[in-house]
């Protein structure tokens, strides 16, 4: 019960919705190029990334010092509905900004 009452509160954030969208159209992606594409600091972008990974809707891989996030796979039946409906959502993206490849990553 807990883990889907965590589902439920991090999908009740504009913020959250998002950037559930944005990973689900361009896949795994640095925390650095998220900061960049969404011009967010990187305090709250992380708190907002923790909130979705704790919800099972995220997972991590850490390479060196960066971590990528990505949508979980698989997800359950409650996560793929609301990823699925979120899809169909009138959002207006930001643009995938990767500082990455061009300037390096900096925390």
């Given at each position: 019960m807990e883990i889907f009452l965590k589902?439920?509160?991090?999908?009740?954030?504009?913020?959250?919705?998002?950037?559930?969208?944005?990973?689900?159209?361009?896949?795994?992606t640095c925390v650095c190029d998220m900061?960049?594409?969404?011009e967010m600091i990187q305090s709250r972008l992380s708190r907002h990334l923790k909130i979705l990974k704790d919800a099972g809707f995220l997972?991590?891989?850490?390479?060196?010092?960066?971590?990528?996030?990505?949508?979980?796979?698989p997800l359950d039946r409650f996560r793929s509905e609301a990823l699925e409906e979120i899809r169909h959502l009138d959002i207006v993206l930001?643009?995938?900004?990767?500082i990455s490849?061009?300037?390096?990553?900096k925390l």
């Open positions: 589902s439920v509160a991090a999908l009740n954030d504009e913020t959250r919705v998002l950037i559930l969208r944005f990973l689900d159209t361009y896949g795994q900061q960049a594409s969404f997972r991590v891989d850490r390479k060196g010092t960066w971590a990528y996030y990505s949508i979980r796979k930001p643009a995938l900004n990767k490849q061009t300037q390096g990553c």
